[in-house]
């Protein structure tokens, strides 16, 4: 069956760490999406990506960076710049241009310790 | 700025106790509103797309309508497995991005 996988589910990061989340998809769309979600607050765009070897930022880029060298392969890095990244982080990818909404992941809780 | 308001922020009902749950937004060049459920730990669940004024789509016990200011999500009868939080988003004019709304966590009680 085609999806989205995250992993991992659930990732611990000491201070001064980065870590990297990844993003999978057999679903051939085209683009693909980063966002953080948090109690109370909705879902905020962090980085999204278009195409392969392109990728613009969204409303909380900072302490973020991301990559798209694959169609399918859409990793994000939590860098140590971050000072607040314990949450819920969401993948999501799309055909372009899109009249179904997007296909999320089951996510990965980073938590920092 | 750009708005996505979901009301109200929590819902809890009867089984079988049908209400609405609403989505108003403030954007211009409106592309399409899109209905989401989330259940604990999980990532949101695509459910609906609405395009212009009018336009209604169903689905079981859910009925989404569009206004020019907001939309509705309508339960009709709900079980308690229809409980989860819902999610509103909308695609604004020239991009492929979505705005989220904070979402309503609705709890049906059997």
């Known amino acids: 069956d085609g999806g989205i996988t995250q992993s991992p589910k659930y990732l611990f990061r000491k201070e001064g760490q980065n870590v990297t989340l990844s993003c999978e998809q057999n679903?051939?769309?085209?683009?693909m999406y980063w966002y953080r979600q948090d109690p109370g607050q909705g879902l905020r765009l962090i980085y999204y990506?278009?195409?392969?070897?392109?990728?613009q930022k969204g409303d909380i880029a900072e302490g973020y960076s991301v990559s798209r060298e694959k169609k399918e392969s859409f990793p994000l890095t939590v860098t140590s710049a971050q000072k607040n990244p314990t949450a819920f982080y969401l993948c999501?990818?799309?055909?372009?241009?899109?009249?179904?909404?997007?296909?999320f992941g089951s996510g990965t809780r980073l938590t920092v310790v | 700025e750009d708005q996505v308001t979901q009301s109200p922020e929590a819902l809890r009902l009867q089984e079988g106790e049908s209400s609405s749950l609403n989505c108003s937004y403030t954007?211009?060049?409106?592309?399409?509103l899109f209905w989401y459920r989330q259940d604990p730990g999980k990532g949101p669940e695509f459910l609906f797309t609405l395009y212009s004024a009018g336009e209604e789509k169903e689905k079981e016990r859910l009925k989404a309508t569009l206004t020019k200011k907001e939309s509705f999500l309508h339960i009709t009868a709900p079980k308690p497995e229809d409980s989860a939080t819902y999610l509103c988003a909308v695609r604004l004019g020239g991009s492929e991005k979505l705005v989220f709304g904070k979402g309503t966590k609705l709890t049906v009680n059997p």
């Open positions: 990506s278009q195409i392969v070897n392109d990728f």
């Open positions: 954007v211009s060049g409106l592309r399409g």
């Open positions: 679903l051939n769309h085209d683009a």
């Open positions: 999501a990818s799309s055909i372009v241009p899109d009249n179904y909404g997007y296909t």
